[in-house]
T-cell receptor
Framework: DAGITQSPRHKVTETGTPVTLRCHQT?????MYWYRQDPGHGLRLIHY???????DKGEVSDGYSVSRSKTEDFLLTLESATSSQTSVYFC?????????FGPGTRLTVT | AQTVTQSQPEMSVQEAETVTLSCTYDTSESNYYLFWYKQPPSRQMILVIR??????QNATENRFSVNFQKAAKSFSLKISDSQLGDTAMYFC??????????????FGKGTHLIIQP
């Protein structure tokens, strides 16, 4: 397994507060991804990165921003959290034609 | 854009039985990959099996095999001799092939598989 960690693993926050989730990888993979998982929707792509400082939007990017200042770190920020952003968030990296997933972060917005 | 459809929200079978999970997809790409992921209650996403679209031979991994029908855009997963540990959510996923850029995976909504003792 690729060495992918996510922090925090669980977070409860209030509506309107900013939240940053961190993904850290030790495999030097170029591509990194953020997905969200909701019941009845499977996993959906939020943003992805194809290199340091190179990012692009996915299917459900509204309300989220990302940054990648180092190969190993990919940050997901909710500028002003809303209840609709309560979800489980997965980070993934890609090597050749396989993706490797982190353990996920459960975020609850009250 | 690609779409992936899993038409069985939940399935339940007895231990040791064989079960088949269905997946259909839609794409205009000619070169792509298909995957089945398992997600147990631990939430970890585990790759079960993968198929390259250019390969006609169906992929097999121990008790897991696929039936890949490219013309029909169908990619079903067969689990033989099912075990209690196979209880999990199973997701079918699509990814563009080489030259498709950095695009991520497109997932189906999942099938909750329950193996009964």
């Amino acid at each position: 397994d690729a060495g992918i960690t996510q922090s925090p693993r669980h977070k409860v926050t209030e509506t309107g507060t900013p939240v940053t989730l961190r993904c850290h990888q030790t495999e030097n993979h170029r591509y990194m991804y953020w997905y969200r998982q909701d019941p009845g929707h499977g996993l959906r792509l939020i943003h992805y990165s194809y290199g340091v400082k190179d990012t692009d939007k996915g299917e459900v990017s509204d309300g989220y921003s990302v940054s990648r200042s180092k190969t190993e770190d990919f940050l997901l920020t909710l500028e002003s959290a809303t209840s609709s952003q309560t979800s489980v968030y997965f980070c993934a990296t890609r090597a050749l034609d396989e993706q490797y997933f982190g353990p996920g972060t459960r975020l609850t917005v009250t | 854009a690609q779409t992936v459809t899993q038409s069985q929200p939940e399935m339940s079978v007895q231990e040791a039985e064989t079960v088949t999970l269905s997946c259909t997809y839609d794409t205009s790409e000619s070169n792509y990959y298909l995957f089945w992921y398992k997600q147990p209650p631990s939430r970890q996403m585990i790759l079960v099996i993968r198929q390259e679209a250019y390969k006609q031979q169906n992929a097999t991994e121990n008790r897991f095999s696929v039936n890949f029908q490219k013309a029909a855009k169908s990619f079903s997963l067969k689990i033989s001799d099912s075990q209690l540990g196979d209880t999990a959510m199973y997701f079918c996923a699509f990814m563009k092939g080489p030259g498709g850029g950095a695009d991520g995976l497109t997932f189906g909504k999942g099938t909750h598989l329950i193996i009964q003792p």
